[in-house]
């Protein structure tokens, strides 16, 4: 986001004071490291398909092909959402991509976690918008010019 403010000719930064709020899974994750021996388990049952990863990717990826009817095994390291996926605050920020196919790989991600939060036990999506303030004409001209632009692209 802060590129396409830079690009529309206004300076964007922090505002002094404020901070990114730890997510649940951080602060699970600093509060509770992984228990269990490191080790080789033995698996004694045949899958159609196996999954390495226990983040979003690797959750989603079993989720749909358990859905399609496949025996699915999901193997991670620590617990699952324990590495990236666990450790940010699980924005899907539109705004911040450029038009084209970042912009329509990042709306149909959008819609893909919007499907899940319809199918699934709640899990904290919530879909919301956001605030731009600004401080004199030059940057609200600019501002209005980027939310033109993010509209244009497909941000609603």
């Given amino acids: ?16 004071g404020t901070h990114r709020s730890r997510s ?3 602060r699970l994750a600093a509060a509770s490291p992984p228990s269990g021996a490191r080790g080789t388990a033995v698996v004694t049952q045949l899958f159609d398909a196996v999954v390495v990863g226990g983040g979003i990717a690797g959750t989603a990826s079993a989720y749909y092909l358990r859905r399609q009817g496949l ?9 699952p959402a ?23 790989f990042s709306l149909a991600g959008r819609r893909f976690v919007e499907a899940l939060a319809g199918e699934l036990p709640d899990f904290g999506f919530r879909a919301c ?12 001209e600019a501002a209005r010019a980027f939310v033109a632009d993010r509209a244009q692209a497909g941000c609603r």
């Fill in 71 to 79: 025996s699915v095994a999901l193997i991670e390291q620590h617990a």
């Fill in 129 to 140: 918008g956001g605030l731009i303030i600004y401080r004199d004409e030059a940057f609200a």
């Fill in 1 to 16: 986001m802060r590129a396409g403010f830079h690009r529309a000719g206004a300076q964007a930064g922090r505002i002094s």
């Fill in 24 to 26: 649940l899974p951080q």
């Fill in 82 to 104: 324990w590495g990236a996926s666990g450790r940010n605050p699980g924005f899907l920020w539109l705004q911040t991509k450029a038009a084209g196919t970042a912009m329509e």
